[in-house]
């Protein structure tokens, strides 16, 4: 066993980019390092909060009714319609912390890795959904629930995670355009304000961002992927435009209501980091590529 131990720490002495240190002392700085470990809270909510997302949004749920208001019957660009949004957009206040987050202390290699990491992993759990729902179904379990409503639990099943693959790759196409333009936009303006004005970096870089994650999955989805497969009418541009708006609007005033809350995200990171770290991992986060 010291043999072996010995052999690790030769291998990691001498293995290219790695420091000088045995292998022990590089598990406990990876575990014990306040700015490392951080860095894996915080991208363990990101990529949790982006794969729950994706499957709870297939659910569409009328917020007027949801908060016993009277229907706005609104109408866009020749669309009549109401309030009403994917589930997902429940997570989204979480989104907008988090990639500001990691953005002011992690810089762009930072949310770039997570980013890749989440579209990674969510691709990889719904290829395994996927093999979930063409698993033949057990004749009990398939008519379990017929008293609750529900008769067939495998149609079910196949429905609520089996969304549509354009929905799938709209959404990923989305998620990965948005966090770049997000990244992009709140380190120039940064670069234009030092470290003063947190809201107008985090706020800003959010309008931006949101307008493409909120029309591009749209598009690939309902649009674009239904012209080229013909599996589905697609959607007219008044149908597209006033969904996406209302979308976006939603996220527009969340970003701004939000505001105060990065600042106390901000506050306590600050402490837990100490302010002389924390300073230096900012200033470092401005020249990261």
């Known amino acids: 066993m010291k043999e072996q131990s010995d052999a690790l720490a030769k291998d990691a002495a001498v293995t ?58 609104f109408n866009l660009f020749g669309e009549g ?15 907008f912390i988090m990639t500001d987050v990691i953005n002011e202390y992690y810089g762009k290699r930072g949310i770039r890795m997570l980013s890749f990491l989440a579209v990674g992993l969510i691709s990889y759990a719904f290829l395994m959904i996927f093999a979930a ?20 639990m495998q149609s079910a099943f196949a429905v609520v995670l089996g969304q549509g693959q354009l929905i799938i ?42 307008i493409f994650d909120s029309f591009v999955v749209l598009y690939i989805a309902f649009m674009l992927g ?25 996220k527009f005033f969340m970003a701004v209501i939000l505001t105060p809350a990065l600042y106390i995200a901000h506050y306590f990171i600050d402490r837990y980091l100490g302010q002389a770290v924390a300073d230096e991992m900012k200033e470092k986060a401005t020249t990261w590529t």
């Open 16 to 73: 290219p980019n790695l420091p000088e240190k045995t292998v022990k002392t590089l598990i406990i700085d990876v575990i014990s390092n306040r700015p490392t470990r951080l860095f894996i809270i915080l991208g363990g909510f990101f990529v949790a909060n982006a794969l729950v997302a994706e499957f709870i949004g297939v659910k569409i749920f009328a917020l007027e009714d949801t908060l016993g208001w009277q229907r706005f019957n």
């Open 81 to 95: 319609g109401a309030l009403q949004f994917s589930a997902g957009a429940l997570l989204w206040p979480i989104v």
């Open 133 to 152: 729902i063409n698993l033949a179904p057990a004749d009990w379990w398939q008519v379990q629930n017929a008293s609750k409503g529900v008769p067939d």
């Open 169 to 210: 790759v709209g959404s990923l196409a989305a998620f990965l355009v948005s966090q770049f333009v997000d990244v992009i936009t709140f380190h120039r303006i940064r670069l234009l304000t030092g470290e003063r004005m947190i809201w107008l970096r985090a706020t800003g870089s959010t309008v931006v961002s949101q």
């Open 226 to 250: 239904p012209q080229l497969t013909g599996t589905v009418e697609p959607w007219t541009w008044p149908q597209l435009l006033s969904v996406g708006l209302i979308q976006y609007t939603y």
